[in-house]
């Protein structure tokens, strides 16, 4: 069974119109993450939540922005999507801790097409 | 902050060979090393992780070490297969990161030919 559930699978929309991806989780993870992954590279962390609280890199663009709602669901807001912002991304959960050396799920993503 | 590299970049075997990947990193004081494979079009699936107060960890066909001292981790893969053909990616806890970040290596393409 799906333990860390990405929707779309894929989604298609136009230059500079805003999109949002949704991701939910049945595992009770308290930590949630986006990551953009663009294709023959490694996933790239643009943000993720601790609980409740928002940790964005320093080098993801303003353009990105991101929900908690409750534990269980994250959203992923792009305000305008240009066109290299077409890509897979990729949800991931994990158990926070102090030592922070759990591993990280994720889900199967949302391949994002931008016309 | 934490820098992690990976090699080689692609590495092609013959089938019931061995494959070994190696990575390196930065941060003396990471913790928690994962190796991810993501076949394509999918998810990056854990197959196997190792905290730092082991130097190895073995699941069937698949091992990782660690050698603390020189900042470097590899992963074995034992009679490969071609279902083990994949990128795939290692990645370091960075402790000087906030939670529980993963600072990932820029990916090995594996290709098993039987």
């Known amino acids: 069974d799906a333990m860390v559930i990405q929707n779309p699978r894929y989604q298609v929309t136009q230059f500079g119109k805003p999109v949002t991806l949704s991701c939910s989780q049945t595992l009770n993870h308290n930590v949630m993450y986006w990551y953009q992954q663009k294709s023959s590279q490694a996933p790239k962390l643009l943000f993720h939540?601790?609980?409740?609280?928002?940790?964005n890199e320093a080098d993801t663009p303003d353009n990105f922005q991101s929900r908690r709602p409750n534990t269980s669901f994250c959203f992923l807001d792009i305000r305008s999507p240009g066109l290299g912002d077409a890509a897979m991304y990729l949800c991931?959960?994990?158990?926070?801790?102090?030592?922070?050396?759990?591993?990280?799920?994720f889900g199967d993503g949302t391949r994002l097409s931008i016309l | 902050g934490e820098n992690v590299e990976q090699h080689p970049s692609t590495l092609s075997v013959q089938e019931g060979d061995s494959a070994v990947i190696k990575c390196t990193y930065s941060d003396s004081a990471s913790n928690y090393f994962p190796w991810y494979k993501q076949e394509l079009g999918k998810r990056p699936q854990l197959i196997i992780d190792?905290?730092?107060?082991?130097g190895e960890k073995k699941d069937q066909r698949i091992a990782v070490t660690l050698n603390k001292t020189a900042k470097h981790f590899s992963l074995h893969i034992t009679e490969t297969q071609p279902e083990d053909s994949a990128v795939y990616f290692c990645a370091a806890r960075s402790t000087k990161e906030y939670g529980n970040k993963l600072v990932f290596g820029a990916g090995t393409i594996l290709r098993v030919k039987s």
């Open positions: 939540y601790y609980d409740k609280d928002f940790n």
């Open positions: 991931a959960t994990s158990r926070g801790g102090v030592r922070g050396n759990q591993p990280q799920h």
């Open positions: 190792i905290r730092s107060n082991v």
